[in-house]
């Protein structure tokens, strides 16, 4: 797996939009958006390291001038394409894609994408169920929980509604290493975890199933809530991995939270010796995890069905380290030391 | 007129910039970015570090040693100058080179 940045512009603002460090360091210093000849080399990345499916992202990868040439470009290879959007899609790249089979094409929505800097308003949420019910079974919905009470039900509605796929794409809104969106502070993630467990319920009498993205750790259910998850079929897991971010610059990111910090060279690389670097990078950090508590945890040490947890996502984790630029004078021993010490400053 | 012999001049030491660290709860969990080396401070060393990184003094650290280890002010000297060659030889602490 690994996704293409196809386009460093996107035209909305989210809150806790994770690739802003990742856009905001392409602005005014690079092509807006990948190039044919440099897409057709992506391809030729995704061959030699067997991955059969052209993930593409943004910023806002629909918006880019040449998307329907881009996406056809990946179907006359045999790559099946998955498209990250937040819905509000203009009318000729949707027509690329309702015309594609839906055994080629998924688009992952994004359901509280917005212009506002807070919740889709009213036109919004409108024109991105028009989108949806077009894309129809094409479409898997997906959701950002960045505050500790959210809504899930208009989903289900809309995927009865509309023929969606059957699920729902959960993420934790994530931090930005060194930057400063919104996102979900740990202490809240048990709190979210009741939810998420009841909703599961509800949301297997409709036949829809939830899928966990990266970042969930163990800890934010209890036993039974967990059980509740595993009965309504909920793919529950403790990811995080490198993703492997392919930048237009040809950087692979392990996610765009880690802009910056936790990248490497594509080159002439295949995705899996990419991701090894990538690991050997961050490896001295998994020891932590979000909360003070994860380096002793059984669920992290040992792992609990359906997996160890990961402790975490590793931006959460490595915001919790600190540098200090610290200049500490020790003063020169004196003789026959054993020492006294020269001067006892006074106690702040 | 008395001489004062120092046969080592004093001695700066600094924390390098791939030198990162955060509380656990039952540590101080420092990272080295460099090694890829992670080190688990406890007890005392762990407090040493704190202190040392919220910025107290040589003679300050001396004291709280002193005081938290029921120990002598010579002993606690010692066992500080020990704590930092111990952390200069894992890479922790670096020394500044003096020049001149």
Redesign the interface.
């Known amino acids: 797996m690994a996704n293409l940045a196809i386009s460093n512009v996107c035209n909305l603002n989210c809150p806790y939009c994770f690739a802003a460090a990742y856009m905001s360091q392409t602005i005014g210093t690079a092509r807006p958006f990948i190039t044919i000849e440099a897409f057709t080399q992506r391809l030729d990345f995704l061959e030699r390291s067997h991955i059969s499916q052209v993930r593409l992202i943004g910023g806002e990868p629909t918006l880019h001038p040449q998307f329907t040439t881009l996406v056809q470009l990946a179907r006359q290879r045999g790559f099946t394409v998955l498209v990250f959007t937040h819905g509000l899609v203009r009318a000729r790249p949707l027509t690329c894609l309702t015309t594609l089979s839906p055994d080629d094409c998924m688009v992952l929505v994004n359901m509280n994408a917005t212009r506002s800097g807070s919740v889709p308003d009213a036109a919004e949420t409108a024109q991105r169920e028009a989108v949806i019910r077009q894309l129809g079974s094409r479409a898997l919905l997906g959701f950002n929980i960045y505050r500790p009470q959210f809504n899930l039900e208009p989903l289900l509605a809309l995927i009865q509604k509309a023929n969606c796929h059957p699920a729902i794409r959960l993420g934790l809104a994530q931090p930005i290493l060194d930057g400063a969106n919104v996102y979900l502070h740990p202490k809240q993630y048990p709190a979210v975890g009741r939810q998420l467990a009841q909703f599961a319920r509800r949301a297997a009498a409709d036949g829809v199933r939830l899928e966990f993205d990266c970042g969930f750790v163990r800890c934010m259910f209890s036993d039974e809530e967990l059980a509740l998850l595993q009965e309504a079929g909920a793919d529950v897991a403790w990811r995080c991995n490198p993703i492997l971010d392919i930048s237009l610059d040809e950087r692979a990111i392990h996610c765009f939270p880690l802009t910056g910090r936790v990248e490497t060279a594509v080159a002439a690389q295949d995705a899996p010796t990419l991701r090894q670097q990538l690991i ?2 961050t ?3 998994r ?2 995890g979000i ?6 945890c059984p669920h992290k040490r040992q792992g609990t069905p359906p997996g160890a947890c990961t402790g975490g996502c590793l931006a959460q984790t490595m915001r ?16 026959g ?9 006074e ?2 | 007129m008395k001489t004062m ?11 390098p ?1 791939h ?9 101080i ?1 420092v ?3 460099q090694t ?3 080190h ?1 401070l406890v007890a005392e060393e762990a407090a040493i570090w704190d202190w ?2 919220l ?6 650290l ?2 709280f040693i002193a005081a938290s280890s029921d120990l002598p ?3 606690a ?2 066992h500080l ?1 020990q704590q ?1 060659q111990t952390w200069q030889e894992s890479g922790l ?1 670096q020394k ?1 080179a003096h020049h001149g």
Request: charged share 15%; proline share 8%.
């Open positions: 050997v990078q490896q001295v950090y020891r932590a909360y003070r508590e994860c380096s002793f919790r380290f600190r540098h200090q630029n610290l200049r500490f004078v020790l003063p020169a021993p004196t003789v030391q054993g020492c006294q010490p020269a001067l006892l400053g106690i702040r | 012999i120092t046969p080592n001049p004093p001695q700066t030491y600094f924390c910039p030198i990162r660290w955060a509380y656990d709860a039952a540590c969990l990272v080295n970015e890829r080396q992670a688990m040392l990184m910025g107290y003094s040589y003679a300050q001396i004291q002010t010579v002993q000297e010692n100058r930092l602490l500044v």
